[in-house]
């Protein structure tokens, strides 16, 4: 027993010393010593989650009631600073999971070890890059995200309202230090191409219109607009009234400096290339961003040659499509017929939206027959907020974590003519369910995981998943004709177009014009949406390759499945393999497969 008390540390001789002495001494010492090793590892392990989650919570922490409003930092430090110091914390994680023995722990925790090393590695890489220069894409950013975010806050106590009126007193110095790093960005020749900000400009004036309205129509005055709550007495409610002008003031001051900015000083000095190659240490900073959005290692050119690959094997399908409906022009003509006959397009935002739900509903039903495991949180479908539908892709997720809020499926009904109808069965399987919505919600619902989980976005996992969703549909029977597999296709066409004309513009020299004349030449997409796309690839590299990158690596683990299990293949099974613990990168998903594989062997 005195030897076994000269363990390396006071916790492993700790531990050590309980599992002798509840165990007996006749069993085997290097057993015990090898459990009270893993206990120790995974004590540390968890207590580093924990105080990552700590420090996640006190960047976000519930403004307390003894708190003094005028001396909080209520909105986010977004000062380089700021940031600086963040990415010290993210380093001193790293360096203590380090010290961490992996393989003296449980199967559980090496997941949990693999996956907090995969968060805090990419955290620390990418903002090796000064991301803070560049704080807006072509369809999103700071000054849109700000307004939104809006809408989703909570006023249950005059407490709620002081909150929220001391943090847009707040809103004009939070901008500025927008407005200083992106004029660092200018110095550093890392701004956004010139060639996209006219669109994003678009949307920024449709936000500072809003912003200096008086009425409801301003996201900013909204609160100030709701019935008196009950809570609240008249003498509380009249003094929240009494500083709506004050709000008006500051958040019409903030939005009218930042277009003012943005139109005579960010336009005339951003860069006039559109590759990330062509930034400071572009090259590497590209190489680094495929890596991270695919999770995998392979290089932009092994992407590209993927990319033309799938293309012509998918083109190929088309083909097939346009002799079975019996067109007699050609691809082109075809295209131009699809894209300017009535039917198939929606005449007014609410029929687009019906008819949205009402493939979302079919969907609904066909579930159980394909997963084992469905989340307890709904989704709703919507659309796209006025205020950005222009910019803004087709359709996409916004999720929640609130146990009170459900998910939305979000669908833009800005330019009808440029939504057909053909195309809502997949963009409404990867959305809503089985894709985002589920695969989001899942994660959610995950009981007795670290908190950090929630935080790992495995992009490929989560767009891979959701481009698998929408050949899963062929499955489910959820295209009811030629044309709505020709409408699959599209999309289909669209993400591997993505590793063609990403890698092209950022790595190989492609221009615009060739990107855009990609989809033009094979797909069905509007013309409309062609552009608005290829302007998020432009504003946002790397990230467009994780769609078909994932889903080409789930179909081959599929296929890998059906193959070594045979009739014992059980396609509900095997979706929960993928999904029920959440998001994870493409190696220790295969690694997990396999392991399922193996299990399933075995079961009799």
Same mark, same amino acid.
């Given at each position: 027993?005195?030897?076994?008390?000269?363990?390396?540390?006071?916790?492993?001789?700790?531990?050590?010393?309980?599992?002798?002495?509840?165990?007996?001494?006749?069993?085997?010492?290097?057993?015990?010593?090898?459990?009270? @090793?893993?206990?120790?590892?995974?004590?540390?392990? /968890?207590?580093?989650?924990?105080?990552?989650?700590?420090?996640?919570?006190?960047?976000?922490?519930?403004?307390?009631?003894?708190?003094?409003?005028?001396?909080?930092?209520?909105?986010?430090?977004?000062?380089?600073?700021?940031?600086?110091?963040?990415?010290?914390?993210?380093?001193?994680?790293?360096?203590?999971?380090?010290?961490?023995?992996?393989?003296?722990?449980?199967?559980?925790?090496?997941?949990?070890?693999?996956?907090?090393?995969?968060?805090? /590695?990419?955290?620390?890489?990418?903002?090796?890059?000064?991301?803070?220069?560049?704080?807006?894409?072509?369809?999103?950013?700071?000054?849109?995200?700000?307004?939104?975010?809006?809408?989703?806050?909570?006023?249950?106590?005059?407490?709620?309202?002081?909150?929220?009126?001391?943090?847009?007193?707040?809103?004009?110095?939070?901008?500025?230090?927008?407005?200083?790093?992106?004029?660092?960005?200018?110095?550093?020749?890392?701004? @956004?191409?010139?060639?996209?900000?006219?669109?994003?400009?678009?949307?920024?004036?449709?936000?500072?219109?809003?912003?200096?309205?008086?009425?409801?129509?301003?996201?900013?005055?909204?609160?100030?607009?709701?019935?008196?709550?009950?809570?609240?007495?008249?003498?509380?409610?009249?003094?929240?009234?009494?500083?709506?002008?004050?709000?008006?003031?500051?958040?019409?001051?903030?939005?009218?400096?930042?277009?003012?900015?943005?139109?005579?000083?960010?336009?005339?000095?951003?860069?006039?290339?559109?590759?990330?190659?062509?930034?400071? $240490?572009?090259?590497?900073?590209?190489?680094?961003?495929?890596?991270?959005?695919?999770?995998?290692?392979?290089?932009?050119?092994?992407?590209?040659?993927?990319?033309?690959?799938?293309?012509?094997?998918?083109?190929?399908?088309?083909?097939?499509?346009?002799?079975?409906?019996?067109?007699?022009?050609?691809?082109?003509?075809?295209?131009?017929?699809?894209?300017?006959?009535?039917?198939?397009?929606?005449?007014?935002?609410?029929?687009?939206?019906?008819?949205?739900?009402?493939?979302?509903?079919?969907?609904?039903?066909?579930?159980?027959?394909?997963?084992?495991?469905?989340?307890?949180?709904?989704?709703?479908?919507?659309?796209?907020?006025?205020?950005?539908?222009?910019?803004?892709?087709?359709?996409?997720?916004?999720?929640?974590?609130?146990?009170?809020?459900?998910?939305?499926?979000?669908?833009?009904?800005?330019?009808?003519?440029?939504?057909?109808?053909?195309?809502?069965?997949?963009?409404?399987?990867?959305?809503?369910?089985?894709?985002? /919505?589920?695969?989001?919600?899942?994660?959610?619902?995950?009981?007795?995981?670290?908190?950090?989980?929630?935080?790992?976005?495995?992009?490929?996992?989560?767009?891979?998943?959701?481009?698998?969703?929408?050949?899963?549909?062929?499955?489910?029977?959820?295209?009811?004709?030629?044309?709505?597999?020709?409408?699959?296709?599209?999309?289909? @066409?669209?993400?591997?177009?993505?590793?063609?004309?990403?890698? $092209?513009?950022?790595?190989?020299?492609?221009?615009?014009?060739?990107?855009?004349?990609?989809?033009?030449?094979?797909?069905?997409?509007?013309?409309?949406?062609?552009?608005?796309?290829?302007?998020?690839?432009?504003?946002?590299?790397?990230?467009?390759?994780?769609?078909? @990158?994932?889903?080409?690596?789930?179909?081959?683990?599929?296929?890998?499945?059906?193959?070594?299990?045979?009739?014992?293949?059980?396609?509900?099974?095997?979706?929960?393999?993928?999904?029920?613990?959440?998001?994870?990168?493409?190696?220790?998903?295969?690694?997990?497969?396999?392991?399922?594989?193996?299990?399933?062997?075995?079961?009799?």
């Amino acid at each position: 027993m005195k030897t076994l008390l000269k363990a390396t540390t006071f916790g492993l001789s700790l531990a050590v010393s309980s599992v002798a002495l509840t165990s007996g001494f006749g069993g085997d010492m290097a057993a015990y010593a090898q459990q009270a @090793m893993q206990q120790d590892m995974s004590v540390q392990l /968890h207590q580093l989650f924990k105080d990552e989650e700590d420090h996640r919570q006190a960047r976000n922490a519930p403004i307390g009631d003894d708190v003094v409003l005028a001396d909080a930092q209520l909105l986010t430090d977004v000062s380089p600073a700021a940031y600086e110091k963040e990415m010290a914390m993210q380093k001193a994680f790293w360096q203590r999971l380090q010290t961490i023995d992996r393989s003296a722990l449980s199967e559980a925790d090496q997941l949990n070890y693999d996956l907090f090393e995969f968060l805090i /590695h990419h955290r620390i890489n990418n903002a090796s890059y000064d991301g803070w220069r560049m704080p807006f894409l072509s369809d999103s950013g700071f000054f849109m995200s700000t307004a939104s975010s809006v809408e989703r806050m909570r006023f249950n106590n005059k407490r709620d309202y002081d909150i929220y009126i001391a943090k847009m007193a707040q809103l004009p110095a939070q901008f500025d230090q927008y407005i200083a790093n992106m004029n660092q960005g200018i110095a550093d020749g890392w701004t @956004m191409p010139r060639i996209i900000l006219d669109g994003v400009y678009g949307v920024l004036k449709n936000t500072r219109d809003a912003a200096n309205a008086a009425d409801a129509s301003n996201p900013f005055m909204a609160p100030f607009f709701k019935e008196k709550p009950k809570f609240m007495s008249d003498a509380d409610w009249q003094a929240v009234q009494a500083q709506r002008g004050d709000v008006l003031a500051s958040v019409s001051g903030t939005y009218n400096k930042l277009d003012d900015y943005f139109k005579n000083t960010y336009m005339p000095n951003a860069r006039t290339t559109i590759g990330a190659r062509e930034l400071p $240490g572009g090259a590497d900073y590209y190489r680094d961003m495929v890596k991270f959005y695919t999770t995998l290692d392979i290089s932009p050119e092994e992407v590209h040659q993927i990319g033309l690959n799938e293309v012509k094997r998918i083109r190929g399908e088309m083909d097939e499509i346009i002799k079975k409906v019996g067109f007699k022009g050609s691809f082109k003509e075809f295209v131009t017929f699809l894209r300017t006959d009535p039917q198939f397009y929606a005449t007014s935002p609410r029929d687009l939206l019906k008819e949205a739900s009402y493939i979302a509903k079919r969907i609904d039903a066909q579930m159980p027959r394909f997963f084992k495991t469905l989340p307890r949180k709904p989704y709703g479908v919507r659309a796209v907020p006025d205020n950005i539908a222009p910019n803004y892709t087709t359709g996409r997720y916004w999720g929640t974590r609130s146990e009170t809020e459900p998910g939305y499926y979000m669908v833009n009904t800005y330019a009808l003519d440029k939504r057909p109808l053909y195309a809502l069965p997949s963009l409404s399987l990867h959305e809503g369910v089985p894709g985002h /919505h589920h695969q989001n919600a899942l994660v959610g619902e995950q009981p007795d995981v670290p908190s950090f989980r929630g935080q790992v976005r495995a992009h490929a996992f989560g767009e891979g998943w959701g481009l698998y969703t929408e050949k899963l549909g062929i499955e489910m029977d959820i295209y009811e004709d030629d044309y709505q597999q020709f409408g699959r296709l599209t999309y289909e @066409m669209w993400r591997a177009g993505r590793l063609v004309v990403d890698t $092209g513009m950022h790595f190989m020299g492609w221009t615009r014009d060739q990107a855009v004349n990609l989809f033009v030449e094979n797909s069905a997409l509007s013309l409309h949406n062609i552009n608005t796309e290829v302007d998020r690839y432009i504003s946002w590299p790397g990230q467009a390759l994780a769609y078909k @990158m994932g889903e080409l690596t789930i179909l081959r683990l599929r296929q890998k499945a059906e193959d070594a299990l045979g009739e014992k293949f059980d396609i509900r099974s095997f979706h929960d393999a993928i999904l029920v613990t959440g998001s994870l990168p493409m190696a220790i998903l295969e690694q997990k497969i396999d392991r399922w594989i193996a299990d399933q062997q075995a079961a009799e």
